[in-house]
């Protein structure tokens, strides 16, 4: 892969930044935009976390924790991916992270470069966690379609599942359509 092609991961995020306000911050979120990302940034964390965003950055502070589990919580039921900005020196932090449980850790202190491979890698590690979701739904789908057309077929028929399933395969071979579109015209013919 090319670094643009990599910089292109973060064009049009929508990221959202919980830092302590300082001139470091704020020169990270312009350099941000430039890069095509949307970065807004607010102290102290929130619960509340804006509608559209697409990826966290939140400094880990122990005087903050019960306001860091509710903004992680909220952020884990919205499948947003959070990177943990941590001062890597504090043992203390330690039991905190595992409780929270961020996508990614990185260093508090910011390191622009450091921190935008890592917002990439977590990225596209978040995303491709989704597709594989999305393919085994689909895949769980089509499997109860399946059992369901299966299902019809032999209360209708007095078929046994093997039976079925033959009668099946053999319709979608005679009509050369898939396994699924077959499943699909049992189900809405026979189950009128």
């Known amino acids: 892969m090319t670094e643009q092609s990599l910089l292109a991961t ?3 995020v929508r990221l959202h930044i919980f830092h302590p306000d300082s001139q470091s911050v704020r020169a990270f979120c312009a350099s941000l935009t430039q890069l095509g990302c949307h970065a807004q940034h607010s102290w102290p964390p929130a619960a509340s976390i804006p509608a ?3 990826l966290l950055l939140v400094a880990i502070d122990v005087h903050q924790q019960q306001p860091l589990s509710t ?11 959070i990177i943990a900005l941590a001062d890597s020196h504090n043992a203390r932090l330690f039991p905190l992270l595992l409780q929270l449980q961020p996508n990614a850790i990185a260093e508090r202190e910011l390191n622009p470069f450091a921190l935008i491979v890592q917002m ?3 990225l596209q590690t ?3 966690h989704q597709r594989l979701r999305a393919v085994q739904q689909a895949r769980k789908a089509r499997g109860e379609r399946l059992a369901q057309a299966k ?3 032999m209360q209708t028929f007095g078929l ?5 399933y ?6 979608a071979m005679n009509t050369r359509s898939s396994m699924e579109y077959t499943a699909e015209r049992v189900i809405t013919t026979l189950q009128k």
Do not use: C, K
């Open 10 to 12: 973060l064009s049009g």
């Open 52 to 54: 559209d965003t697409q």
């Open 71 to 81: 903004l992680f919580s909220s952020a884990r039921e919205r499948d947003i991916p």
């Open 120 to 122: 990439i890698g977590t």
């Open 126 to 128: 978040v995303r491709h």
């Open 151 to 153: 299902g019809v077929l």
């Open 160 to 164: 046994d599942e093997s039976g079925a």
């Open 166 to 171: 033959r009668l099946m395969r053999s319709e």
